[in-house]
């Protein structure tokens, strides 16, 4: 499956990049299971990306959860918790 990765704000600085196309193995079916499989390339993938930090998704330009299903072609963002003031 192919989808398209979009980061924004500090994750995209931490990242050095804005998006990035994949192809995804057979087991990756939801957001939560593309963010698990994005950390497992350590590094700065492992820190900007980490389970239990806040960290905002999106699906087709939609505000998600990890339980979100994806299919070939999607688009998924993440992004850090805006604040106010």
């Known amino acids: 499956m192919k989808i398209q990765l979009r980061f924004f704000a500090s994750i995209r600085e931490a990242l050095n990049t ?16 593309v963010r698990h499989w994005l950390t497992a390339r350590g590094d700065v993938w492992a820190d900007a990306l980490a389970e239990g930090r806040a960290l905002r998704m999106a699906y087709d330009q939609q505000l998600t959860d990890a339980d979100t299903l994806i299919e070939d072609g999607g688009e998924v963002a993440f992004f850090p918790p805006v604040t106010g003031g």
């Open 18 to 33: 804005s998006e990035e196309t994949v192809n995804l193995p057979a087991e990756v079916k939801t957001i939560g299971d």
